[in-house]
């Protein structure tokens, strides 16, 4: 049997298991920057995600649109619109970069880091402020007192 005419790698997943499995890398790329994964799925990553970049570079409504769809989270999709592609705007393509580190040791599969190729200005998250909450001083006890009436019969 030959292989032509054959588009991508299946990962010996069924198709929505690997539509779920580049959606999470590439929401894992956008919100790190860097990560690490076997050889064949970054090379497949970078398909998806140069796609993804694409659209994001757009700048329209529509655009937006589908780049959220392409992420797992709203979150991570407004930091590549906002954020990242204003950063690497000056390329037409070619916006990440896959190198081969080390074999893995359990099953001696290639394993590669995938990064974007220009250096990201990370902004730092603004972590939400948590003040400490003082319990409420506690009313003090209210003492009634009861007059006591005389019954007159």
Not at 67 to 77: H, N, Y
Not at 104 to 131: C, H, N, Y
């Amino acid at each position: 049997m030959h292989r032509h005419s054959y588009v991508g790698r299946k990962f010996g997943r069924e198709r929505d298991q690997r539509k779920a499995l580049l959606k999470g890398l590439a929401t894992s790329l956008v919100e790190h920057g860097k990560i690490e994964t076997t050889y064949p799925k970054a090379k497949e990553l970078v398909r998806y995600i140069e796609k993804v970049i694409t659209k994001a570079k757009k700048g329209t409504l529509q655009g937006r649109r589908q780049v959220i769809a392409a992420l797992s989270t709203q979150s991570a999709a407004m930091k590549l619109v906002d954020e990242i592609v204003p950063q690497i705007s000056g390329r037409n393509s070619g916006h990440v970069r896959v190198e081969r580190t080390k074999l893995r040791v359990g099953d001696g599969t290639q394993m590669a880091t995938i990064a974007f190729v220009d250096e990201l200005k990370s902004t730092p998250v603004a972590a939400p402020v948590v003040e400490a909450v003082k319990p409420a001083p506690k009313a003090e006890k209210k003492t009634t007192t009861v007059k006591k009436v005389k019954a007159t019969a």
